[in-house]
């Protein structure tokens, strides 16, 4: 069993700054790839950003350059600093990894979600 758990969400006007946190707890060996997505009323589910082990970081264009993916791999946790916010940034923010979970002998290979937290930019 592996959970996420995700933080940092809420209400904040255009031009500000969020920072969103989620840490994966539970059964892992280890974590591959961490990343957020984002879904915003009425519409499907996309990409935010990714982050391998390694570091290697990839984000949709729509938040280049205002959003940052980082991790703390001792930490089991992945970060999402979100800078000059726009309305059109509102949305349920997702955490997901891909774990590989160990439990006494067992591997499995998971793919993990967190609960969402909403993010709501406003005036």
């Known amino acids: 069993q592996v959970q996420l758990v995700e933080s940092g969400g809420g209400l904040v006007q255009p031009g500000g700054s969020l920072r969103l946190s989620c840490a994966a707890s539970?059964?892992?060996?280890?974590?591959?790839?961490m990343g957020w997505y984002r879904q915003a009323p009425g519409k499907q589910r996309e990409l935010v950003a990714t982050i391998t082990s390694g570091g290697s970081t990839n984000c949709a264009d729509s938040v280049k350059g205002r959003f940052t993916i980082s991790r703390d791999n001792a930490k089991n946790t992945v970060y999402l600093q979100m800078n000059s916010l726009k309305p059109e940034d509102t949305a349920v923010y997702y955490c997901?990894?891909?774990?590989?979970?160990?439990?006494?002998?067992?591997?499995?290979?998971?793919?993990?979600w967190g609960q969402g937290t909403l993010v709501t930019v406003s005036s």
């Open positions: 997901n990894a891909y774990v590989l979970s160990k439990v006494t002998t067992t591997y499995r290979r998971l793919e993990v």
């Open positions: 539970g059964s892992i060996s280890r974590i591959n790839v």
